[in-house]
């Protein structure tokens, strides 16, 4: 069973342009939220987390955005460049005592010059 | 470079057998994950260790078996290998059991 489910599955963005990726969850227990971006032949690197008593959080040209009554978060980078061609995963954590994260299947981002 | 050491960074092995991989977590981290990442089952939760005991486990086989030594290092144990087995396995580790989580550059393992 997919705690979290992201999408698109693959995003093909201009330079400059904005990239938005999307997740959905359904246990309300769930109580931080970390994006992870991935290169090829590297582990996954922490990029930007929210916990869901904010609705946005933005740090530098990646920002989230929080729906929790909608149970959705979203990743937006803007200003993509050819550099942020990687995978993205978004991922949840369960609010009782456990700490291992769900994650989304992921979504391979590819920024064209 | 996230502080997280993972050896071997490739293993290619027998089905059947018996492998060992190894996590050095950043220093001060009390809390070792370990993560299998495959084509057809995405990043999977194994096992987690809080300062040498187990704190919680995902969908981890009988055949695989995890510790976390004194010195916080953390060792994962596969035995048995079967073709599925193979996958990049990964260590992240926290400063407490519920802090971000910050990962190793992974494990490849190739099962023959």
């Known amino acids: 069973q997919q705690q979290v489910k992201q999408s698109p599955q693959s995003l093909i963005v201009q330079k400059g342009g904005i990239s938005i990726i999307n997740c959905a969850y359904e246990?309300?227990?769930?109580?931080?939220f970390p994006w992870y971006q991935q290169f090829p032949g590297k582990g996954p690197a922490l990029l930007i987390a929210?916990?869901?008593?904010?609705s946005e959080k933005k740090e530098g040209r990646f920002t989230i955005s929080f729906n929790k009554s909608a149970k959705q978060f979203s990743l937006h980078i803007m200003d993509s460049q050819p550099g942020d061609s990687a995978t993205y995963f978004c991922?949840?954590?369960?609010?009782?005592?456990?700490?291992?994260?769900?994650f989304g299947t992921g979504t391979r981002l590819t920024v064209i010059p | 470079d996230s502080g997280v050491t993972q050896t071997p960074k490739h293993l290619i092995t027998a089905t059947g057998q018996r492998v060992t991989l190894r996590c050095s977590p950043r220093?001060?981290?009390?809390?070792v994950y370990w993560y299998q990442q495959s084509l057809d089952q995405g990043l999977q939760f194994l096992i987690q260790?809080?300062?040498?005991?187990?704190?919680a486990k995902g969908n981890i086989l009988e055949r695989f078996s995890a510790q976390q030594f004194p010195d916080l290092h953390s060792e994962l144990n596969l035995s048995s290998l079967e073709l599925g087995d193979s996958a990049l396995y990964f260590c992240?580790?926290?400063?407490?059991?519920?802090?971000?989580?910050?990962f190793g550059p992974g494990t490849r393992l190739t099962v023959l």
């Open positions: 220093s001060g981290d009390l809390s």
């Open positions: 992240a580790s926290s400063a407490l059991s519920g802090n971000e989580q910050f």
């Open positions: 929210i916990r869901p008593d904010v």
């Open positions: 260790y809080y300062n040498g005991e187990e704190r």
């Open positions: 246990n309300t227990a769930f109580d931080y």
């Open positions: 991922a949840t954590r369960s609010g009782a005592g456990a700490n291992n994260l769900f």
